[in-house]
């Protein structure tokens, strides 16, 4: 990898420490509504959101050097997130009342910790520098 191109690690961590806690956060919020409702909602959210930063960027990488990763690997992780979600939380529903927090948490922590690891993998496997 040639000098200065190397990615920045800590921005890279940083993002996915606060996507982390938005999509907890966006879970916990919606605690309250039906899951399958809440779980369509913020699905919608997850794959929506991907695309429209990805046109943001591409316009912007105009300008920069920066790689984007490609799309598909990104939508179909956020889709297996919210699914899984979905699964713990029904699991842990009959256990405690906490159900929607407890899966808040595990959310926002499998984004903060596995994202970068994640993004790194796709990022090879699609030949970035």
Not at 23 to 39: K, M, N, Q, S, T
Not at 53 to 73: C, E, F, G, K, S
Request: proline share 9%; hydrophobic share 55%.
């Amino acid at each position: 990898m040639p000098p200065g191109s190397e990615p920045n690690v800590t921005g890279l961590r940083l993002a996915y420490t606060a996507a982390g806690l938005l999509i907890g956060g966006a879970w916990a919020y919606g605690r309250d509504v039906p899951l399958w409702e809440h779980a369509l909602r913020l699905g919608v959210l997850v794959v929506v959101v991907p695309p429209v930063l990805h046109l943001v960027r591409r316009r912007l990488r105009r300008r920069t050097t920066a790689q984007l990763l490609p799309l598909r690997p990104l939508v179909v992780a956020k889709v297996t997130l919210v699914a899984a979600a979905m699964v713990v939380q029904l699991l842990l529903t009959p256990l405690t009342a906490r159900a929607p927090f407890v899966t808040a948490a595990a959310l926002a922590a499998v984004v903060a910790v596995g994202g970068p690891r994640w993004h790194r993998n796709v990022r090879d496997a699609a030949g970035a520098p």
